[in-house]
């Protein structure tokens, strides 16, 4: 029986990459073959090399909001900080507030110098979660412009100058608390040249939510409880990737959240694609048989992580490890704004 324990590993602080590289493209990526168990190192912009015309590449279309603001208390003048996840409807969100002892039911918050934006705690969930109510003045998302911050996952230090650079370049519906960041290496030209070479490129959505920031606090993984996320793919999106299939082409899946988006839907819908909408809370683990993806574009995933878990069951535990060992040797740069690795 597999434990957290069993998808750790040693990952020096220096290797954590705190800043995107100045070209998208231009960084490492390390090729895994599963036919012959072989890893080759090679650059991001070479995975031209692995996809044919004909293939499809699966893209999460999310968009980050600036989802983390900075309030203060009006009643003690104490400061709280915001992280939206998702709009569960009309005003009221699901959050992460911090310090979380400061907020309780009914904790009214104020956020800006201009008033335009307030707030009112109405429950609390576990993990610092909180179910808030929002009042403002004009459109809550240019509110959020004006006074949110980059949601940046807590092992990024340095200050981002480039807001759009946490952003995927096709990147299009607003709703995520984090960035798919396997997508973070695709460039307009690299996009450009695959279509060029007949490779299909299919969006889908999926709004990253809690479950990015939540980790496996259980020593068996059959434990944990992942958190829903909502996800949408289109009929058009569907059907051609029904097409691909049919005409034998593979689906490259850019990153863990379009392959929890994919599996999602073949596993409700009896292996078959189709257009679906809805939130899924699936968690994959070694065991798991996918039904639709065939190629995996991924980063590098923290230690003991669900995302570990998934490339884990993608591959297997062994040679995923044994990969993560030789990217820490090679220094490859590690999480959100690190290198790729293309399990192929």
Not at 87 to 108: D, F, Q, Y
Not at 265 to 276: A, D, E, K, L, M
Request: no cysteine.
């Amino acid at each position: 029986m597999l434990t957290t324990k069993d998808f750790d590993y040693d990952l020096p602080d220096e290797l954590i990459a705190q800043t995107p590289l100045k070209d998208r493209s231009s960084s490492r990526l390390l090729v895994l073959n599963r036919d012959d168990r072989t890893m080759e190192d090679r650059h991001f912009f070479e995975i031209l090399d692995y996809i044919k015309p004909g293939d499809a590449i699966v893209v999460n279309e999310t968009r980050v909001i600036p989802a983390r603001i900075f309030g203060i208390k009006p009643d003690t003048g104490g400061h709280l900080e915001v992280l939206l996840l998702h709009n569960i409807e009309g005003n009221r969100w699901e959050t992460l507030v911090k310090p979380a002892r400061r907020a309780k039911v009914g904790t009214k918050i104020e956020f800006g110098e201009s008033g335009n934006l307030s707030a009112t705690i109405v429950e609390e969930l576990e993990h610092g979660g909180r179910i808030i109510d929002f009042d403002y003045q004009g459109v809550f998302l240019e509110i959020l412009e004006d006074l949110g911050e980059m949601p940046l996952p807590p092992y990024i230090k340095e200050h981002l100058d480039d807001q759009d650079r946490y952003q995927t370049v096709y990147a299009k519906e607003n709703g995520s608390a984090a960035a798919p960041t396997a997508g973070l290496h695709f460039t307009p030209e690299l996009m450009e040249e695959l279509k060029r070479r007949e490779v299909e490129i299919i969006p889908l959505v999926l709004h990253v939510g809690l479950g990015t920031f939540r980790p496996v606090s259980v020593d068996k993984i059959e434990n944990h409880k992942m958190h829903s996320e909502f996800y949408n793919l289109s009929e058009e999106s569907a059907n051609r990737i029904k097409r691909v299939k049919a005409n034998g082409g593979s689906i490259f899946a850019v990153g863990t959240t379009t392959v929890r988006t994919l599996e999602t839907i073949t596993h409700n819908h009896q292996g078959v694609i189709q257009v679906s909408s809805g939130w899924t809370d699936i968690f994959i683990t070694p065991g798991f048989e996918f039904q639709i993806v065939d190629h995996l574009i991924t980063n590098f995933h923290l230690p003991q992580s669900t995302l570990m878990m998934l490339v884990s069951a993608f591959y297997n535990r062994e040679d995923i490890l044994s990969a993560y060992e030789h990217a820490v040797n090679e220094k490859y740069r590690f999480f959100s704004f690190g290198d790729a690795m293309l399990i192929f």
